[in-house]
């Protein structure tokens, strides 16, 4: 049984998708929607915005703009909360 989206649509329909909404590409890319509007309202990330809403987003822009971000992702929050789990905490001077 295919996992669906709030549209209906399975990860491997939004993997063959040629247009994604924004909702679409945070969830298949794992980022934040607030960080793809933001991206697409500053223009980093092309998009189709009619009207002040994002209607769509091309795979190919989407592709393009992960591209560009190489290396500037921030670490995931399972990566984080593993690695400050079990460090002690800093020592202050009494």
Do not use: C
């Amino acid at each position: 049984m295919k996992e669906t989206t709030d549209h209906g649509k399975s990860m491997e329909d939004l993997l063959e998708s040629a247009e994604l909404t924004p909702q679409e590409l945070s969830r298949l890319i794992d980022i934040p929607l607030d960080a793809i509007t933001r991206a697409a309202f500053a223009g980093d990330l092309k998009a189709r915005i009619v009207n002040h809403d994002i209607i769509s987003i091309s795979r190919d822009d989407a592709l393009a703009w992960l591209k560009s971000r190489s290396g500037t992702r921030r670490p995931s929050r399972s990566w984080v909360a593993s690695n400050h789990r079990h460090r002690a905490p800093p020592a202050y001077p009494r």
